[in-house]
């Protein structure tokens, strides 16, 4: 079975500093991971995903997210954030070959930019 | 091209009292989802379908049910509503493979009191 573990529930940050949003996760197999968020009173929208290929993935609005094999792990990063990433991030796997599409999320950080 | 809706936005019911959630999605996808969003527990999968007149339990079914009769529309019942159903839902779709991103809708949000 797969699980997704998202250490910080919240992570506060004050615009423009750099921010680090943490995802590890268990699986006995190769997995697809994804990172979602959810802006307050929406639903979820994808932000990146990595399927394969080169370990880093970038996304349209700067966030960037990191697959490392062997620490099992795929954070996101930004730079230098906005007042309106102020969200919350899903991470999640999937499983190749899988016939239902399910994916497993993690229990989410709350992204809070500050002025 | 409106992607998932879903109705209700909001409700209240009182213990015992049954509804249905309505979701529908335009993108002709044939897998669907329904999802629970609790406080600090991330998303559980409630049930999924895989095609019209094919469904199945995901990780927390019990309380629920779902029915698939087209591509666009996938419902979920609750018979006996209990405060532990108090929570945000929300429906997906997506296309078949498991790489195939999700598409949410706005979610509904039931308080049962």
């Known amino acids: 079975a797969q699980s997704v573990t998202q250490l910080d529930s919240q992570v506060p940050v004050f615009e423009e500093a750099p921010v680090e949003l943490r995802c590890n996760y268990s699986s006995s197999v190769s997995v697809y991971l994804f990172w979602y968020v959810q802006y307050p009173n929406q639903g979820l929208q994808l932000l990146l995903k990595y399927l394969s290929g080169s370990t880093l993935v970038e996304s349209i609005n700067g966030f960037e997210a990191e697959f490392n094999k062997s620490q099992t792990s795929f954070h996101l990063r930004k730079p230098s954030v906005h007042i309106s990433d102020t969200a919350e991030y899903f991470c999640?796997?999937?499983?190749?070959?899988?016939?239902?599409?399910?994916?497993?999320f993690g229990t989410g950080t709350l992204l809070a930019v500050q002025p | 091209n409106a992607g998932v809706t879903q109705t209700p936005k909001f409700r209240i019911l009182k213990i015992g009292q049954s509804m249905t959630l309505q979701c529908t999605q335009d993108?002709?996808?044939?897998?669907m989802y329904w999802y629970r969003q609790d406080p600090g527990m991330g998303l559980k999968l409630i049930y999924y379908s895989v095609g019209a007149g094919i469904t199945d339990k995901g990780e927390v079914p019990n309380g629920y049910n779902v029915s698939r009769s087209t591509t666009e529309d996938f419902p979920l019942r609750l018979e006996l509503a209990a405060p532990s159903q108090t929570s945000v839902y929300f429906c997906?779709?997506?296309?078949?493979?498991?790489?195939?991103?999700?598409?949410f809708g706005p979610g509904t949000r039931l308080l049962v009191l």
């Open positions: 999640a796997v999937s499983v190749p070959g899988g016939a239902t599409n399910k994916l497993i």
């Open positions: 993108m002709n996808h044939n897998y």
């Open positions: 997906a779709s997506s296309s078949r493979g498991p790489q195939e991103t999700q598409y």
